[in-house]
């Protein structure tokens, strides 16, 4: 620990994102806890990121993507670790591992992106084609995302009275574009099937494509490849 400590705080050579998964790494393998080794690992590499000023939770965390692959991160951490402490392994699958989780999460955001602006474009071309006023827009897109939508939380966002907001929430209703659900003060308003439909119209295909993959079919478009050792001789990673 002593090592990795004094590791962490020595100006590093490496490009951050490697070094931040070397931290992961190196301390989920020592294992100095008795439990929470892994959260504790996940916590330093986003630390490290985050020492290097990358803030955004989206980029200086893995942990939505290590949701989503749970198998496959036990499964390489077993790979490389063996079992134990055991430095002088290869420890490039992990680098690989988590420098594909890196690229994915934010070829995900990306997509969230492009999905988010279709669906707000189609949502306005539905509204301005019924002659509504373009504040219910925010309302239409929270409900086609799945949200349930209060006259409190609609009158906020838009910041108009409790009266036209329960006017604009109505029209929505008459125009077949949210559903009601409940009485008075409980009511909340859902996506009615049109909505949900034209939501569905605006999702793009997951595409997973292995980075590496892509960077051999492009290799003028990519920098030198990851070092498979990092530190052999001093029989540190």
Known sequence: MGELVDGLNESQSLPVLVSAAMAHLNLVMIHPY????????????????????????????????????????????????????????????????????????ATTLLR?????????????????????????????VDAANGYRVRNSSY???????????????????DGGFLVPIGQKRGRVYMASEALRDLQRKTREPRVDADPFDQAAENPLETRS?????????????
Not at 77 to 88: C, F, R, Y
Not at 112 to 132: P, T
Not at 225 to 237: C, I, K
């Open 34 to 105: 008795s439990d929470g080794n892994g959260r504790m690992s996940r916590c330093l590499q986003t630390l490290v990121l985050a020492r290097d000023g990358i803030l955004a939770p989206q980029f200086s965390s893995i942990e939505e993507y290590l949701g989503r692959n749970t198998q496959d991160y036990y499964a390489v951490l077993s790979k490389v670790g063996g079992g134990g402490w055991h430095p002088e392994n290869d420890c490039e699958p992990w680098l690989r591992f988590c420098l594909s989780a890196h690229h994915r999460q």
């Open 112 to 140: 969230r992106h492009r999905e988010m602006q279709k669906l707000w474009d189609a949502i306005e071309r539905a509204v301005v084609g019924r002659h509504l006023p373009e504040r219910v827009i925010l309302a239409l």
């Open 155 to 173: 009158r906020n966002a838009a910041e108009i009275s409790n009266n036209l907001a329960s006017r604009d929430l109505k029209l929505l209703v």
């Open 225 to 237: 490849p990851l070092p498979v050792r990092l530190e052999r001789d001093t029989g540190r990673r």
